[in-house]
């Protein structure tokens, strides 16, 4: 099975594991550039996941964060969130938010582990993995794990509409 793991945010964390074995896994920078609107945020991140699905996916994974410092980060976080769910809904396939810290505990047994926690548990686990690892690539490849290791198959999205229809 092919999972995209996603750790949402200005710098978000990608990771495509076929079964537990990494394909490719990085950062994408969706952060707005000077003259730029908001929105170019979810128009660079759609373009990344169209990429990357060419690839082939059977389960989108994303890192569900329950509470934000601020009310921008919310809004970031669920205008990506919302892109996430549109696009695997238009290409019908299967996704599953994975709480914070069952990622977490899953990597390092710790639900409250830290960043270079992570990162330390991502190298150990993926030894091709360099040791700066981005703390965003190390917890996307566990949200990605974790939905593999749990198997959270939902069915597949029911939209009928084709893509680019609108209801």
């Not at 964390?13 to 074995?21: M, R, T, V």
């Not at 389960?59 to 695997?88: C, D, M, P, S």
Request: hydrophobic share 45%; net charge negative; proline share 3%.
């Amino acid at each position: 099975m092919r999972v995209l793991g996603i750790d949402p945010g200005t710098f978000c964390g990608f990771a495509l594991l076929d079964d537990d074995e990494r394909v490719v896994s990085g950062t994408w920078d969706l952060s707005v550039k000077r003259h730029e609107s908001a929105g170019m945020r979810f128009v660079r991140l759609e373009h990344q996941l169209r990429e990357i699905l060419e690839n082939g996916v059977d389960l989108i994974a994303f890192e569900e964060v329950a509470r934000h410092a601020g009310t921008q980060a919310a809004h970031i976080y669920g205008g990506i969130i919302a892109v996430i769910k549109l696009t695997a809904e238009k290409k019908r396939i299967a996704y599953v938010g994975v709480p914070v810290g069952t990622v977490k505990k899953r990597a390092t047994g710790k639900g409250n582990a830290d960043k270079l926690q992570m990162r330390s548990a991502a190298c150990e686990t993926w030894n091709d993995l360099p040791a700066e690892i981005d703390d965003n690539e190390a917890d996307a490849l566990f949200v990605a794990l974790t939905a593999w290791q749990d198997n959270k198959r939902i069915d597949a999205p029911a939209a009928d509409a084709a893509e680019g229809d609108t209801p």
